[in-house]
């Protein structure tokens, strides 16, 4: 069973950063995706940012520019670096891999980041 281990959420003013860390206990190299996903209250669950296990990223439009994804391969650590936070990115976010065996989904416990203006 994968498990998925996040921290690094709190409260944080509007304009400061925050940097998510999703730790996995496989290793990264048998991941095909890692994404993070977000989920304020009332609303569906967004994709936020996702790298391959290339390294290829992308985003959502409402953090590009602001957020940065990024990988430790060593640490089989996924980071997710938020700058210039606004309080429309207050949310749970959480950690979603896929694996390249399985093709199974794994979800971390979600950490919360709440902006305040």
């Known amino acids: 069973q994968v498990q998925l281990v996040e921290s690094g959420g709190g409260l944080v003013q509007a304009g400061g950063s925050l940097r998510l860390s999703c730790a996995a206990s496989?290793?990264?190299?048998?991941?095909?995706?890692m994404r993070w996903y977000r989920q304020a209250p009332g609303n569906q669950r967004e994709l936020v940012a996702a790298i391959t296990s290339a390294g290829s990223t992308n985003y959502a439009d409402s953090v590009k520019g602001r957020f940065t994804i990024s990988r430790d391969n060593a640490k089989n650590t996924v980071y997710l670096q938020m700058n210039s936070l606004k309080p429309e990115d207050t949310a749970v976010y959480s950690c979603?891999?896929?694996?390249?065996?399985?093709?199974?989904?794994?979800w971390g416990q979600g950490t919360q980041v709440t902006v305040s203006s």
């Open positions: 979603n891999v896929v694996s390249k065996i399985s093709l199974r989904q794994y």
């Open positions: 496989i290793s990264i190299f048998t991941i095909n995706v």
